[in-house]
C-alpha cells in the first residue's frame, strides 16, 4: 500500500525540483527525504527517480503517480472538509497568507468580521507574497491565501491548487504632479521627462495606455524588485508599448514608491490599492487599461472546507466599494 505522506513528497518534488528545496521547504533533512522516496520505490515496485548529475529527475512512472497523488490529496481534503462540516461550530488555527496592500486595506476588517461571527476560530496571518503561495498552500504552511495577477502576467498553472475570483482594481500610471520639480534632466543622466498627461482622466475613463506610458519613456522607472509579479507587470506594460523601461529604483512597498513619485525621482505603474485615494499629493495618476485581479487560492477540494468557506465570505463583506466585483476576466 502507498503511502501518502510520501505520495505528498514526490508530489512536492515534481513540484520543487530538487530534494534539497523539498527538504527545506516541509522541514526535513535531504537524507530523510530522500530514505522516504527511496521507502516509496520499493513500494510502488518501480524505479521513480533517475540520477542526473548532482540531481534527480522523475521517471515517467513517477510523472504518471504524481498524476494519481494529485487526485488522492484532492479527496482527502474533500474528506476533511465534510469532517469539519458534521463538527459543531468552527475551532482551531486557520492559517492565512496574503499580500500588503490587502494585508492593508481589506483582511482587518474580514477577521474582525470572521471573529464576531466564528470566535472559536483562530486565524493566523501572514504576508506572503504571491509567488510564493502555490508552495505554502502545498507544503500546509498556509491553508487559504490571496493572490493576484495583472495583465502581461497571467495565472500560472498551479495542480493541487483552486482559486477563486474575488476583486478587480484599477491600475495607473504615477507621474511627479506639475511643478513638482523633477530631477531628471539631461545634466542629470537623461533627458527631461514629457509632461504628464493633463487633465488626468476620471477614474471611470481609462486612457490611452501606450500612449501614457510612451509619454514617459525617457523618465527613470521604479519597480518592484526583480522576481516579482509586479516588477513583470510594469516590465512587460512598457514593452508592449514598444520601449524598455530605464529601472532606477526598486521598491515593494506602493507608499514608498508614490512618496519617491511625488519628490519627482521617477514614474511608476501603481495598482488602486496601492494609492491612498485619487488625490495624492505631488502626483498625477492617470488610470491605464490594465487591471490588478486578486483570487482567493487553497488546495483543491478545500473550497468547501467551513473555515475557508467562512473566510471567503468574510473577504467579501469587507470590499470597498469603490473596487469592482469578481465579474468577467477576474
Do not use: K
Not at 496592500?101 to 504576508?127: F, Q
Amino acid at each position: 500500500m502507498l503511502d501518502v505522506r510520501r505520495l505528498r513528497l514526490l508530489r512536492e518534488l515534481a513540484r520543487r525540483g530538487t530534494i534539497a528545496a523539498v527538504a527545506d521547504a516541509l522541514a526535513f533533512s535531504p537524507s530523510a527525504v530522500s530514505q522516504q522516496l527511496g521507502v516509496l520505490e520499493r513500494e510502488a515496485g518501480l524505479p521513480l527517480l533517475e540520477r542526473t548529475g548532482r540531481g534527480v529527475r522523475l521517471t515517467p512512472a513517477a510523472q504518471n503517480l504524481v498524476r494519481h497523488a494529485e487526485a488522492v490529496l484532492e479527496r482527502l481534503e474533500r474528506a476533511d472538509a465534510e469532517l469539519a462540516e458534521a463538527r459543531t461550530g468552527l475551532a482551531g488555527a486557520l492559517r492565512i497568507g496574503a499580500f500588503p496592500t490587502a494585508t492593508r486595506a481589506i483582511v482587518p476588517a474580514a477577521l474582525a468580521d470572521l471573529a464576531r461571527r466564528h470566535p472559536g476560530l483562530e486565524p493566523m496571518l501572514s504576508e506572503t507574497d504571491p509567488a510564493a503561495v502555490a508552495h505554502a498552500l502545498r507544503a500546509g504552511e498556509l491553508d487559504v491565501a490571496l493572490v493576484h495577477s495583472y495583465d502581461f502576467v497571467p495565472d500560472p498553472d498551479e495542480p493541487g491548487l483552486t482559486t477563486r475570483p474575488l476583486y478587480r482594481e484599477a491600475m495607473y500610471l504615477a507621474a511627479p504632479a506639475a511643478g513638482s520639480g523633477s530631477t531628471w534632466t539631461a545634466e542629470a543622466g537623461g533627458p527631461a521627462p514629457a509632461p504628464a498627461p493633463s487633465p488626468t482622466p476620471a477614474p471611470d475613463a481609462p486612457s490611452g495606455q501606450d500612449e501614457v506610458l510612451r509619454a514617459h519613456r525617457d523618465a527613470p522607472w521604479i519597480t518592484a524588485t526583480p522576481g516579482t509579479l509586479c516588477h513583470a507587470m510594469t516590465v512587460r506594460a512598457c514593452q508592449a508599448a514598444g520601449f524598455s523601461p530605464r529601472v532606477r529604483h526598486r521598491v515593494d512597498e506602493f507608499a514608498t514608491v508614490l512618496a519617491l513619485v511625488a519628490a519627482g525621482l521617477g514614474v511608476a505603474v501603481v495598482p488602486q490599492l496601492g494609492t491612498p485615494g485619487p488625490d495624492v499629493p505631488g502626483v498625477a495618476l492617470t488610470r491605464l487599461r490594465m487591471e490588478r485581479r486578486t483570487r482567493i487560492a487553497f488546495r483543491s477540494g478545500a473550497g468547501a472546507h467551513p473555515a475557508v468557506a467562512a473566510f471567503a465570505a468574510s473577504l467579501r463583506s469587507a470590499l470597498p466599494s469603490d473596487l469592482a466585483g469578481p465579474g468577467a476576466g477576474a
